[in-house]
């Protein structure tokens, strides 16, 4: 059974930094690509960020690039998300999720076939 558990959410100021954490399990995490997508309140789901399964490429939604960086360690079966310049419209329910493809890197949430329950990050002074 795959499970993704999303952790590290919080209230930060504008400006602060959070660090998500994706606990995985019920799959090979190592051969896998990621994603963390958002879903802010009265909006759809969007794409931030993904990472190619050893590590070697990843991409990012132009919103957040040169603020977040995605990492992962397959040794832990945890995936990463590194969020700093924060700023108001970060504010969403962050979910992490498992590529449906082995060996496929793709910036569209549709190719992603199971997700965490998310985890909540507010910004605001």
């Known amino acids: 059974q795959v499970q993704l558990v999303e952790s590290g959410g919080g209230l930060a100021q504008p400006g602060g930094s959070l660090r998500l954490s994706c606990a995985a399990s019920?799959?090979?995490?190592?051969?896998?690509?990621m994603s963390w997508a958002r879903q802010a309140p009265g909006k759809g789901l969007e794409w931030v960020s993904g990472?190619?399964?050893?590590?070697?490429?990843?991409l990012y939604a132009d919103s957040v690039k040169g603020r977040f960086t995605i990492s992962r360690d397959n040794a832990k079966n945890t995936l990463y998300l590194q969020m700093n310049s924060l700023k108001p419209e970060d504010t969403a329910l962050y979910f992490c999720?498992?590529?449906?493809?082995?060996?496929?890197?793709?910036?569209?949430?549709?190719?992603?076939?199971?997700w965490g329950q998310g985890t909540q990050v507010t910004v605001s002074s």
């Open positions: 990472i190619f399964s050893d590590g070697t490429e990843t």
């Open positions: 019920g799959f090979t995490f190592s051969i896998y690509a």
């Open positions: 999720a498992k590529a449906r493809e082995r060996g496929v890197l793709v910036p569209e949430v549709g190719e992603y076939d199971y």
